[in-house]
């Protein structure tokens, strides 16, 4: 390592010292996330009827190489059906301190229930509220829980603080995310 190779990285450090920062104010400022980012679990819905599109095959369960998924399946009433399918997930659940958000069960699942979101901001001091359910992930569910548990405990909305300016994945269909 010679003078010249110094003065190079001197020089690109002085460059930089000159512009802008890149810093944001979180959590006062949103952060700026790009569409490809996978966040926290989400379940989706059928668009047109509302049922869940998770028929309990446990793929995702097989696939998970931290073992942080757990799917128990049950019968559908064909009355009253919860899926499209001949059954469906009567519980759902992942352990988000074991989850590596490789994204293998979004790729394993054959209908596209399990897709990995914008969200990322799970972090708490309860690990029962580390175990997501499906009453947790599901499509219409905003924020995690102790987003969730802060707005209550206030009376505020969740406010995310992320924001996505092309807007979400198509696989993402029915959740809205701020711009």
């Known amino acids: 390592m010679g003078v010249l190779d110094i003065a190079k990285g001197m020089g690109v450090t002085l460059g930089k010292l000159f512009q802008k920062p890149v810093t944001v104010s979180y959590p006062e400022q949103r952060a700026t996330l790009q569409p490809r980012f996978r966040g926290r679990h989400v379940l989706t819905r059928h668009p047109g009827t509302g ?24 019968e559908n009433d064909p009355l009253n059906p919860t899926s499209p399918g001949e059954r469906y997930a009567k519980v759902y659940e992942i352990n988000m301190l074991r989850c590596i958000f490789c994204g293998l069960c979004e ?28 009453e947790d992930m599901l499509v ?24 996505v300016p092309q807007g979400p994945r198509p696989e993402l269909e029915g959740v809205e995310y701020p711009r």
């Open 51 to 74: 049922l869940e599109k998770c028929i309990g095959c446990s793929l995702c369960a097989a696939v998970c190489p931290a073992y942080a998924i757990y799917v128990e399946a049950a």
């Open 107 to 134: 790729e394993a699942c054959p209908t596209g229930a399990v897709v990995l979101g914008n969200e990322f901001e799970m972090a708490d001091y309860r690990y029962r509220d580390f175990v997501y359910g499906k």
């Open 140 to 163: 219409s569910v905003e924020g995690s829980l102790p987003q969730r548990r802060e707005a209550a405990r206030t009376g505020k909305p969740v406010r995310l603080g992320f924001q």
